[in-house]
């Protein structure tokens, strides 16, 4: 039997942006060879103009993307067990940033160095649970931002 542990749920929502370029506005630098771009094909990322994981979900900027797809980047908005895609998208070392859980967390990750940061969104797990669930003690004994590795997180959290 698999266990799961990490960000898992039976009902969230989570969405991811892999940009395609360093720097989006002088596109110097592609980030993804034609093999990443096959593998988040394959797990059902699309081109979008999207620059922001917040934005995924309202993107409907399709026939802009067929006219200047230069400035788009891979998404994917997934409901139920973001797992799989961080797995794929940490073993890969792609670089990607993400809104995991509703937007509870934040990850935010550098393939280059293999630096992952994740964030709690304070203000969205308040929002969804209510302020009276969440107090300002629970706040602060957790910790807000952790850094760790790629590496790291997929010898600790098992797919």
Excluded at 9 to 27: G, L, M, R
Excluded at 31 to 50: S, Y
Excluded at 84 to 102: G, Q, S, V, W
Excluded at 130 to 141: N, P, Q, R
């Amino acid at each position: 039997m698999k266990t799961r542990t990490g960000f898992v749920s039976n009902s969230s929502s989570s969405s991811f942006v892999v940009p395609q370029y360093e720097n989006w506005i002088d596109q110097k630098k592609k980030l993804l060879t034609k093999a990443d771009e096959k593998a988040l094909r394959k797990l059902g990322f699309a081109l979008k103009i999207c620059y922001y994981p917040d934005q995924v979900m309202d993107n409907k900027d399709d026939d802009f993307v067929k006219e200047a797809p230069q400035f788009a980047n891979w998404c994917r908005e997934v409901t139920c067990n973001q797992e799989d895609e961080i797995f794929m998208l940490l073993k890969a070392r792609i670089t990607f940033t993400a809104d995991i859980h509703y937007g509870h967390y934040s990850m935010i990750y550098d393939g280059k160095t293999d630096v992952l940061l994740i964030a709690q969104n304070f203000g969205k797990q308040i929002q969804m649970g209510g302020a009276e669930k969440m107090t300002f003690a629970s706040a602060k004994e957790a910790n807000p931002v952790e850094r760790t590795t790629g590496k790291k997180y997929l010898k600790t959290h098992k797919l």
